[in-house]
C-alpha cells in the first residue's frame, strides 16, 4: 500500500517547474558553445595559413 504522504511529494515534484527554465537556459548555453566551437574550427585553417603569409612576408621584408 502506498502512503498517501509519498503520493503526494511525487506529485508536488512532477508538477514544480522551477528547474524547467534553468535547464532550457542551459540547453541553449550549450547549442551556442556547440556553434561556436564549430565555427572556430572552421576558420582555424584559415587563421593559421594568414599568419603563416604574415610571419612568412615580414621575414622576406626584415632580409
Known amino acids: 500500500m ?3 504522504r ?3 511529494r ?7 517547474r ?7 537556459y ?3 548555453a550549450a547549442l551556442m558553445m556547440l556553434g561556436i566551437v ?5 576558420f582555424s585553417k584559415n587563421l593559421s595559413s594568414l599568419w603563416n603569409n ?5 621575414d622576406k621584408a626584415a632580409g
Open 2 to 4: 502506498r502512503s498517501p
Open 38 to 42: 564549430v565555427a572556430v574550427g572552421g
Open 6 to 8: 509519498l503520493v503526494r
Open 10 to 16: 511525487l506529485a508536488a515534484l512532477v508538477a514544480d
Open 26 to 28: 542551459g540547453l541553449i
Open 54 to 58: 604574415v610571419s612568412t612576408n615580414v
Open 18 to 24: 522551477r528547474g524547467a527554465s534553468a535547464i532550457e
